[in-house]
């Protein structure tokens, strides 16, 4: 298992697509719980502002919203990677989405003392400026999810150019699995609200209407009160 | 001594390496076979449809396009639910149907100003197998469709998310004709690019013609004739208005 992290964090192509070739069960389970522990882990540092309760859930709700983008997605990226060229088969195309994912669990693991310390220091939630302290949390784990989501991407590019040896089908190959897994990923996310935990609302796993409104039309809301 | 090649001959053109490498299928038309030669090797199906024509095929390439079509459309029918569970695959299917009936002569005649060799027969297989990879990946797109059918109140959210991912999908199948095109010697490609923009076209005003298929209404067709860029507009009205209540 730490080998395998190893092998990950280094991005060696050769011996990452070789084991990615060689698919099969323990591959998928391996990444599931690196996925499952490192994400679980960093979410509990996601939710510890509002409340150890708020922690609690959104450890268990980070790693289900990765789950349930390779889950939703799972067909139209095997078909996307066949379609452009890139000759992976369905069951080597979710590895390698579910070793992208790993790799950015193993990474938020890492920062997860450092968002810690951000937590430590940030103002709490019964301070007077409680608001300051939500925005300084928000933006930091934007910050290191954009980081980590970087990295494990670049390290996805390597192995898509090794495995379809054209740099332009694997950028095309990538360019799509991002395109599709940022569109669902940010509606799942949605859904799966609260993560950090708005100061002003109580603590609950989901919220009551989980699945009224999307996160498109909010954004859409908002750019409208914004500018007209 | 070398001989000429005859006119019974297969047509062979220049090999060219990757996807659309003109190889014969290796074990005839099976539905597993179909759907890996669609997404992996197109080649091999413009081959079988050129070279070694048997109805199979093109029948296995149009049930897959309405199988597609149909429960993609469950899909589409569940963001109203009720009757436009079956309404909605059924005008898709409808719909896509009629599209391929009107548009088919058009694209005979404009495979044939490409200077493509092609009989009516391939092209016929051509537009399916176009329509049925459009199909596969719209059944791809599906759960992301069903989600947020799930999580929107919003018809004109859920049209152009609709439209957006239909987009996708016959942008992908509408460049199997333009492999076709490469692979059986055509000259002048904008002739193809040309019939793609009347094909989307059409399709487009058939689901209108075909409306409502996300909503709901009391008639299954409607009475009064829209062209759809009327018809969007004024959904996109309506649903600003109801966003601004």
């Known amino acids: 298992m730490i080998g395998r992290l190893k092998l990950l964090l280094r991005g060696d192509a050769d011996r990452v697509a070789e084991s990615v070739s060689r698919v099969g069960f323990e591959s998928v389970a391996q990444f599931s719980l690196i996925i499952l522990i490192g994400a679980g882990l960093y979410g509990a540092t996601l939710g510890l502002w509002r409340g150890p309760l708020q922690a609690f859930y959104t450890a268990i709700k980070f790693p289900l919203v990765i789950f349930l983008i390779c889950l939703g997605n799972g067909a139209i990226n095997g078909m996307l990677a066949q379609i452009l060229g890139s000759e992976l088969s369905f069951r080597q195309t979710t590895v390698a989405i579910l070793m992208s994912f790993a790799i950015a669990a193993i990474i938020l693991a890492g920062f997860a003392p450092l968002t810690l310390f951000v937590w430590f220091n940030a103002p709490p939630l019964e301070s007077k400026d409680a608001i300051l302290g939500h925005s300084v949390m928000l933006l930091t784990h934007v910050f290191i999810i954009a980081l980590a989501g970087v990295i494990a991407n670049r390290r996805l590019l390597g192995l898509l150019r090794k495995m379809s040896g054209s740099e332009k089908v694997a950028r095309a190959v990538l360019f799509s699995w991002l395109a599709g897994n940022l569109f669902l990923g940010a509606q799942i996310a949605w859904n799966l609200r609260p993560f950090i935990g708005s100061p002003r609302l109580a603590i609950e796993f989901l919220r009551s209407d989980p699945l009224r409104g999307n996160f498109y039309e909010a954004v859409w809301r908002a750019l409208r009160h914004l500018f007209f | ?245």
């Open chain 2, 1 to 245: 001594m070398n001989t000429s090649p005859t006119q019974s001959q297969a047509y062979k053109p220049a090999p060219i390496p990757g996807r659309f490498a003109f190889e014969p299928m290796p074990e005839g038309a099976s539905p597993p076979l179909v759907i890996e030669a669609l997404l992996k090797y197109p080649g091999r199906i413009i081959h079988e449809l050129q070279n070694n024509w048997r109805a199979a095929l093109p029948l296995w390439l149009l049930s897959l396009a309405l199988l597609g079509m149909l429960a993609y459309g469950v899909v589409v029918g569940s963001f109203s639910g009720g009757t436009q569970l079956w309404i909605a695959p059924a005008k898709i299917a409808m719909g896509t149907t009629l599209s391929i009936l009107i548009c088919l002569p058009s694209l005979y005649i404009f495979t044939c100003l490409s200077g493509i060799e092609a009989q009516m027969r391939t092209v016929t297989g051509m537009l399916f197998a176009a329509v049925g990879l459009g199909a596969l990946l719209l059944i791809g797109f599906a759960p992301i469709a069903w989600i947020f059918s799930q999580s929107t109140d919003s018809v004109a959210f859920m049209a152009a998310l609709h439209i957006g991912l239909w987009a996708i999908g016959i942008m992908f199948g509408l460049r199997l004709l333009e492999g076709m095109g490469h692979l059986l010697g055509g000259s002048a490609r904008n002739h193809l690019k040309l019939w793609s923009v009347i094909f989307i076209v059409v399709s487009l005003q058939m689901m209108t013609t075909l409306r409502p298929i996300v909503g709901t209404s009391d008639r299954f067709l409607p009475t009064e004739k829209k062209f759809f860029l009327t018809h969007w507009a004024e959904t996109l009205r309506m649903s600003q208005q109801k966003n601004d209540r």
